[in-house]
């Protein structure tokens, strides 16, 4: 290979070849992938380049387009190249999430997503669709994988009015690869009351293995039901015992019982994006901080969830459940403008239910100056978007709050409730 070009000082960087099996939703050899990579681990951070980008779907964004797709036209999926070409052929890149684009055709439009090399899309007229698929073909090297069936290791069954989430063979190997695979199901996935802190007199847990299980379980996308729990072990990558290593496991034998469970998404005649916040109080044991939860639907179909750790130390219930607020509001916001980018713009301001009656009077009233004066401006962020009718804060009962599960371990029959609320499903 010629080096015409480059400067004397300058050193040419490698390539190689990297070979990929690619699978179906069934574990069968779909086709070997090969490609020729640049070795970009050579280059020095500053010197040889300034910043690493892959245009990555969000996960959010993703099970956004399959719900808006059950109230659509089923969608399809593919490999393909990435480049400027959907630019060049009349579609718009979404100004909130880099791998999406949208083509619109007067009342028609069309959708694609992007994750790396990998593509779906859907659309609301079939010439359009039937057009885009042969002009793909002609313009790149590519294979036209059908109505999705397996995407991102994730199973999707297809009928009329419904698509159906979820990651069986996923959680089969999962289980092989810990040997887990014999274990005993159970029907829980931690016990009530079950506190985890840093203890450096418990007896160490093996650290590769634990990350990799931890790390495993959080590519688990189409069960919001397990989130808290993984999210509340990964606190212990750095300092894990056996305890720890223990609980992960344990999310293995809940998941063994229910390995053939997921997301499903039904056609409605409202898509309308609604929200539900939580958080527990002081719930970590080593610092006192707490835990904001969120859930985020369209219609009755679950798109976003998340459970995390807040990064400062809420000095009541009212404070924590008013921090929560903020990250789910936050949330609300992006996923209008990705529901605008996709022609389902939501009208009317986003209701997010909230359990906390002091803290939804927190952002409609900046009388409550004792109580907030302490905390950082940026969070008052909320009060901004309630006055403009951005959202709308409502009061929920707790145990009709389904962001409760994303917060705490609670009763089985509070869970099974919200699995149902949630349509996780066989």
Request: net charge positive.
């Amino acid at each position: 290979m010629g080096t015409r070009g480059l400067a004397r000082w300058k050193k040419t960087i490698g390539l190689k070849w990297v070979y990929k099996v690619k699978y179906s939703e069934d574990g069968l050899i779909q086709k070997h992938k090969a490609r020729l990579v640049a070795k970009g681990y050579s280059q020095q951070p500053g010197v040889g380049f300034s910043e690493i980008y892959a245009p990555v779907a969000r996960m959010e964004t993703i099970r956004t387009c399959v719900a808006i797709a059950a109230q659509l036209e089923a969608p399809r999926a593919w490999n393909s190249k990435i480049n400027s070409y959907f630019i060049k052929k009349g579609f718009n890149r979404s100004t909130s999430e880099s791998s999406l684009y949208v083509k619109t055709i007067d009342k028609d439009f069309l959708i694609v997503c992007l994750y790396v090399d990998d593509l779906i899309y859907f659309g609301t007229n079939k010439a359009m669709v039937e057009e885009f698929k042969n002009q793909m073909m002609k313009e790149f090297e590519m294979t036209d994988l059908g109505l999705m069936k397996y995407f991102l290791g994730i199973q999707v069954k297809q009928s009329p009015g419904r698509i159906f989430l979820s990651q069986e063979k996923y959680i089969e190997d999962l289980l092989k690869k810990f040997n887990m695979s014999q274990c005993k199901p159970l029907s829980t996935l931690m016990a009530l009351n079950k506190n985890f802190q840093v203890n450096d007199d418990g007896e160490k847990a093996d650290s590769t293995s634990y990350r990799k299980l931890i790390g495993s379980l959080i590519y688990l996308n189409t069960r919001p039901n397990i989130t808290h729990s993984v999210s509340l072990l990964s606190r212990f990558l750095n300092e894990q015992i056996q305890i720890h290593f223990a609980a992960a496991k344990r999310i293995l034998r809940y998941l063994k019982g229910t390995k053939t469970q997921g997301i499903e998404f039904k056609k409605e005649s409202k898509c309308k994006l609604v929200g539900y916040t939580d958080s527990d109080w002081a719930g970590s044991i080593d610092d006192r901080k707490s835990t904001s939860g969120y859930i985020f639907c369209l219609g009755s179909n679950v798109i976003s969830w998340s459970s995390r750790k807040q990064k400062f130390v809420a000095l009541s219930s009212a404070e924590a459940e008013y921090i929560a607020c903020i990250d789910a509001a936050c949330e609300a916001v992006w996923l209008q403008r990705i529901l605008k980018d996709m022609k389902f713009e939501q009208c009317e301001p986003t209701i997010i239910h909230c359990d906390n009656m002091s803290s939804i009077a927190m952002t409609k009233n900046p009388i409550f100056h004792a109580r907030s004066k302490h905390i950082e401006l940026r969070y008052h962020f909320i009060r901004y978007l309630v006055t403009q009718e951005v959202i709308s804060m409502k009061f929920i009962k707790t145990e009709d709050q389904p962001a409760d599960i994303m917060t705490k371990v609670v009763t089985i029959d509070k869970f099974d409730k919200f699995k149902k609320k949630l349509k996780i499903t066989n």
